[in-house]
């Protein structure tokens, strides 16, 4: 099964998938790869594979990626290798992805793959707040770009099977338990 979370950065989706990773037993994290530079206390292979945009060029060359963007002037990318590795393991995958990723693994994978697809919702006043606690320093021009994105993202919701307001961050957690728990039993009636 895969889970797919996605909202705009600082929507809490990284926060939320370590709480699920912490309390189910059979969820797992993908790592995906990306150009960006690591932020303070992420670690090479936990958050991401950090790599040069030419090492990550190289591997779109050699068709790597189930799907890859440009997001905020930096590559993402789903490996093709370790999705289906994680995926023949029967666990349950919790990955954050922006929406045009999620649009392109919907479409790769739906057949295939039990497929959960959760949008957070933030307000923007909110996400302000959040993006200015955080630590990264953004200039304003960036801020205007994260911002800029929530509007954009928030007009694909209809890609998502359920839209989740993320004001509390327990209460988020434990709905996404109860929808896993729900679709783990749904999906073994079929
Ligand atoms: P951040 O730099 O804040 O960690 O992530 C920026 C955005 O990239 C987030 O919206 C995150 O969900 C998205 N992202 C992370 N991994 C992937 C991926 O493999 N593919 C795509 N398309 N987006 C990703």
Redo the contacts with the bound molecule.
């Keep these: 099964m895969l889970v797919i ?5 600082g929507s809490g ?2 926060t939320i998938k370590q709480e699920l990773i912490k309390r189910m037993d059979d969820v797992i994290s993908l790592p ?3 150009s ?1 530079n690591p932020r303070e206390g992420e670690q090479e292979g936990v ?2 594979h950090f790599i040069s945009k030419e090492e990550f060029e190289e591997k779109i060359q050699n068709n790597e990626f189930y ?3 440009l ?2 002037e ?1 590559y ?3 490996s093709r290798k370790l999705m289906n590795e994680k995926i023949q393991s029967g666990k349950i995958i919790v ?4 929406v ?3 649009e ?1 693994l919907i479409k790769l994978l739906k057949d295939e793959t039990q497929l959960i697809t959760i949008f957070l919702r933030v307000d923007k006043d909110e996400l302000r707040k959040r993006l200015e606690n955080r630590g990264d320093n953004l200039t304003e021009e960036e801020m205007q770009l994260r911002l800029g994105r929530l509007e954009y993202e928030e007009s694909k919701i209809n890609l998502y099977d359920y839209m989740i307001k993320n004001d509390d961050l327990e209460k988020t957690v434990q709905i996404i338990m109860a929808i896993i728990e729900n679709e783990k039993r749904l999906g073994t009636q079929k």
């Design positions: 979370l996605s909202g705009v950065s989706k990284d995906s790869f990306t960006r958050q991401y799907e890859y963007d997001h905020h930096n993402y990318g789903t990955k954050d992805i922006e045009n990723g999620t392109n």
